[in-house]
């Protein structure tokens, strides 16, 4: 949650030092269109840090009640998270728009417990039915990603609301730079853990992009009882070279979008994209 709280502060900054340049440039449209985003930004903000004093707040089943003896400490079952804030978790780890099944798959892999691809088919329309019935009452959203030419949700992909516009589109590049980027975040989370006890699932995850990113697999395997090593440095250094070639393009291509979304939807429609029918007009909309 505190990882959250600095994005959304660097957002903010970001979107602070926009206003100032597009102020200085005179134009009120686009300071206009930035302090809205700034307000959201500032809302989404609040309602998160309340929630993380709240859940600082709130006893542990660890805690043991003042004049409970140690051996008579009360053993709760642990509940599992609601599946919105599961996938919530796994897409702050990933950082890019994620389908459900890699969704399941990374829980699997590195988070406790089971998250069924199922389990997701309608969470994005509860999402935006509570969003419209209450704007802003949630300290976060899981909404699709936006394509960069039509501006309208993303088939099976699923975003975080408090992530910037721009990480939130997908364009042409969209699903290789996606991959690439969550190989490096995969890799930085495995690293994390130890080597030796490092589950299946997870084993299985990092295996699937060494084999699917050129340069990432090292040309001898030894094999062992779990199956060949995986080189963590090897993965990170060819994921970063081949998202070199492309993060020029696909930047410019989500900034386009993102700017152009900004003028032509209004805060549902950046969160959640633009209807099928206004989809097609809006494409030709400059």
Not at 147 to 169: F, K
Not at 260 to 265: C, D, H, S, V, Y
């Amino acid at each position: 949650m505190h990882e959250h709280l600095d994005a959304l502060e660097q957002r903010m900054q970001q979107l602070q030092q926009a206003m100032r340049r597009a102020q200085l440039a005179r134009d009120e449209g686009q300071v206009r269109q930035l302090r809205d985003e700034l307000r959201r930004t500032q809302r989404a903000w609040d309602a998160l840090f309340e929630q993380s004093v709240d859940s600082e707040d709130t006893p542990t089943s660890q805690e043991t009640p003042p004049g409970t003896p140690a051996h008579h400490a009360p053993t709760e079952p642990v509940t599992p998270l609601p599946a919105r804030e599961q996938v919530h978790q796994v897409l702050t780890l990933l950082a890019v728009p994620a389908a459900p099944k890699l969704i399941s798959t990374v829980h699997e892999a590195f988070f406790a417990g089971a998250l069924a691809p199922s389990r997701l088919t309608s969470l994005r329309r509860d999402e935006e039915r509570s969003y419209r019935s209450a704007p802003g009452a949630r300290p976060y959203y899981l909404c699709p990603a936006l394509t960069s030419d039509l501006l309208s949700p993303a088939r099976g992909l699923l975003t975080v609301s408090t992530w910037p516009l721009e990480q939130r589109i997908v364009g042409p590049l969209g699903a290789r730079v996606h991959f690439l980027t969550s190989a490096l975040n995969i890799a930085d989370a495995a690293e994390r853990l130890d080597p030796d006890t490092l589950p299946l699932t997870a084993r299985q995850l990092l295996t699937r992009y060494t084999q699917n990113i050129p340069g990432a697999q090292a040309p001898i395997q030894q094999h062992t009882a779990v199956g060949a090593p995986i080189d963590l440095p090897l993965l990170r250094r060819a994921a970063q070279d081949e998202l070199a070639l492309l993060a020029d393009t696909d930047t410019a291509t989500r900034t386009e979008a993102a700017q152009r979304a900004r003028r032509q939807l209004d805060d549902a429609g950046l969160l959640f994209g633009g209807s099928f029918q206004s989809a097609r007009r809006l494409r030709s909309v400059p």
